[in-house]
């Protein structure tokens, strides 16, 4: 079981905007939450970081926020390429790292 | 052009061990930490050990404790991870990776990843 709780799945239709949620269970969601997407047989893609911050070249239609425990992705203007798996991470004090149990975003 | 190749995988049966290599190219290893990460066949990922820049502090997740152990080489730039007393639950792709951002709350983000590389626990 995954200290952080993703949805197992989302789904939306071209152009919309969808929100994925990752709220920490027995663990706090700090400020060091991160976001990664992962299409079929690839590495993962870091996509946020620091809740909010987007690596250059990423899309401005991936952000990130956070309030109270639950740190969240949105993904605007929704694409058929938008469909992938998505983690959230979340650095601890002890410096290490858990990943929630990922959600698969279908694009309708 | 960033890369990270890991090497070392295949077929061990339980309680066997392993040694996991990781090559880097295109990009300075020795300000960053370092991670392996893996993810089990049609499953999530799961964060297995950090490293911190200098190789003096290593982190492990519970699940590997006192089994594997992660080091590194800057000159070199190579990241290993010997694993030891392997279960069949230890079956997954491994992923060499690095920290975004230097410093040492940088493993918090994961930036580069390698390929992965597939360990099978099977007897």
């Known amino acids: 079981q995954s200290a952080l709780t993703q949805p197992a799945s989302v789904s939306g239709s071209p152009g919309q905007s969808i929100t994925i949620s990752c709220t920490g269970t027995?663990?706090?969601?700090?400020?060091?939450v991160s976001w990664y997407q992962q299409d079929p047989g690839k590495a993962p893609k870091l996509i946020i970081y620091?809740?909010?911050n987007r690596p250059s070249g990423v899309s401005n239609r991936f952000s990130g926020s956070k309030s109270g425990n639950t740190a969240s992705l949105t993904i605007s203007g929704l694409q058929a390429e938008d469909g992938a798996d998505y983690y959230c991470?979340?650095?601890?004090?002890?410096?290490?790292?858990?990943f929630g149990g990922g959600t698969r975003v279908t694009v309708l | 052009q960033v890369q990270l190749v890991e090497s070392g995988g295949g077929l061990v049966k339980p309680g066997g061990s392993l040694r996991l290599s990781c090559a880097a190219s295109g990009v300075s290893l020795s300000d960053y930490y370092m991670s392996w990460i893996r993810q089990a066949p049609g499953k999530g990922l799961e964060w297995v050990a950090n490293?911190?820049?200098?190789?003096?502090?290593?982190y492990y997740a519970e699940s590997v404790k006192g089994r594997f152990t992660i080091s590194r080489d800057n000159a070199k730039k190579s990241l290993s991870l010997q694993m030891n007393s392997l279960r069949v639950e230890d079956t997954a792709v491994y992923y060499c990776?690095?920290?975004?951002?230097?410093?040492?709350?940088?493993?918090?983000?994961?930036?580069?990843w390698g390929q992965g590389t597939l360990v099978t626990v099977s007897s």
């Open positions: 027995n663990s706090d969601v700090g400020d060091y």
């Open positions: 620091d809740v909010s």
């Open positions: 490293i911190r820049s200098g190789g003096d502090i290593v």
């Open positions: 990776a690095r920290a975004f951002l230097p410093g040492d709350w940088g493993g918090r983000s994961i930036r580069h």
């Open positions: 991470s979340s650095y601890t004090r002890t410096s290490t790292l858990v």
